[in-house]
């Protein structure tokens, strides 16, 4: 397994993490798009832990995402695996990185494709892994081209590109922008790209960042930070805060992120790990509530998401786990009114109705009163009766005094027999 790098950003350059690997087919990058390209990965047919324990399965008799463009603003995406390939699925997208008009759906390291297919792989028969919204349309913007340097170091990437790529998924009718992206400078062009998308009641999903070395850092981080963004942190299979994931006011909701498995270049699949595979989780789901309900505004979505999240460790709106673990099935089948409740009316009792107590009253006092003339009369029939029953017997003995009763003979005491010894007496 290959473990994603910490996201890091200074300067003048944002950073992102990238992760994947495989081969190019058909729908090859262009000629020396990528210079060393990452070897293919083999298809794994065990169901991975997210699929299991998100279940989206059960949700996708109500929503599959249909009707909803996410755009992936990452390395761009590989619309040769066969999971993604279904004709619609994987847009042309936009190449930001490489200068002239390319494409973005090609990917020389796989981050991208990965993040793609937890958003929307299709299934296909002996592969447990799939995408959580199948049916959603996917926009590749492509604002890098690898994860680390030759020597091991996060790259960093030029913020322009990243605004670009924001601005462009916005533009394009993308209702759900992915970032599996994160920094610690706050870049205008960034802040600016992203409220851009925010206005264009776009659902701004970004990863919080793996840079975390202990709880009690406050760590910054972009654009997770940005007003109007959902940030995502990411958890193990245990449910509990992945160790490098970030901890702050930016962790809006957690997802699965540590050992998950994710799509690679043209086939295969790979085990990652990172807050930015948690991201997509996220995304997706945002994409079945908005195929669901598509008269909720970005805003009623994020809150709904947050809403119907499952309780986690760090209890609600917690600095590590936000509103708690992403719940696909609940943040679609919630009934839930996205409105704020409206104020109760002020209560204004009636006025009392005096001729009714009045009469109530004397119906009242009536009823007592026959309950003891009631009591009384029954009272006095008992003691008439005793008081014949006595002159009766009296009568017939003329009042002289009855007989006691002998008291019965004391019975015998029975004596204790003689003591018997088991041994003999000398």
């Known amino acids: 397994m290959r473990r994603l790098p910490a996201l890091a950003a200074a300067g003048v350059l944002a950073a992102v993490h990238l992760l994947g690997a495989a081969v190019p087919a058909s729908a090859a990058p262009p000629a020396g798009a990528c210079q060393d390209p990452e070897p293919a990965s083999e298809r794994v047919q065990a169901r991975p832990w997210p699929q299991q324990t998100l279940d989206p399965q059960r949700v996708w008799p109500r929503s599959r995402g249909a009707g909803v463009l996410v755009a992936v603003v990452d390395s761009g995406v590989d619309a040769d695996h066969p999971q993604l390939r279904r004709p619609g699925k994987v847009r042309p997208g936009r190449d930001f990185y490489l200068a002239g008009a ?71 009718g993308a209702r759900v922008i992915n970032l599996s992206l994160a920094g610690f400078a706050d870049f205008p062009v960034i802040r600016a790209a992203v409220a851009h998308a925010v206005a264009r009641d776009a659902v701004v999903v970004a990863a919080v960042g793996n840079s975390q070395q202990n709880t009690s850092a406050g760590l910054p981080s972009y654009p997770a930070s940005y007003d109007g963004v959902l940030g995502v942190g990411a958890v193990d299979r245990a449910g509990a805060r992945m160790n490098t994931s970030q901890v702050g006011p930016y962790v809006g909701i957690v997802a699965p992120g540590a050992e998950v498995l994710a799509t690679t270049r043209e086939d295969g699949h790979a085990q990652v790990d990172g807050t930015s595979f948690a991201a997509p989780f996220v995304a997706a789901t945002a994409a079945l509530v908005r195929s669901a309900w598509p008269r909720l505004s970005a805003a009623q979505v994020i809150q709904r998401l947050k809403a119907t999240a499952d309780p986690a460790r760090g209890g609600l709106g917690s600095a590590a786990y936000g509103a708690g673990l992403v719940d696909p099935y609940r943040a679609v089948t919630d009934g839930l009114d996205p409105e704020k409740p409206a104020a109760m009316p002020v209560f204004v009792p009636p006025a009392p109705d005096l001729a009714g107590l009045e009469k109530a009253a004397r119906t009242e006092e009536t009823g007592t009163t026959a309950k003891w003339l009631t009591a009384a009369a029954i009272g006095a029939l008992v003691l008439a009766g005793l008081a014949a029953a006595i002159l009766a017997r009296g009568n017939r003995r003329r009042w002289r005094p009855g007989r006691v009763a002998s008291m019965p003979a004391e019975p015998r005491p029975e004596e204790p027999p003689e003591q018997v010894f088991l041994i003999p007496k000398r």
Do not use: K, M, W
């Open 102 to 172: 390319l494409p973005g759906n090609f990917d020389c390291v796989s981050h991208g494709t990965g993040v793609a297919g937890i958003i929307a792989a299709d299934p296909l028969p002996g592969i447990g892994f799939h995408g959580l919204a199948p049916d959603a349309e996917i926009l590749p913007v492509r604002i890098t081209d690898r994860d680390i340097s030759d020597r091991g170091e996060s790259l960093r990437i030029n913020p322009d590109a990243v605004a670009a790529g924001i601005r462009y998924a916005a533009d394009q």
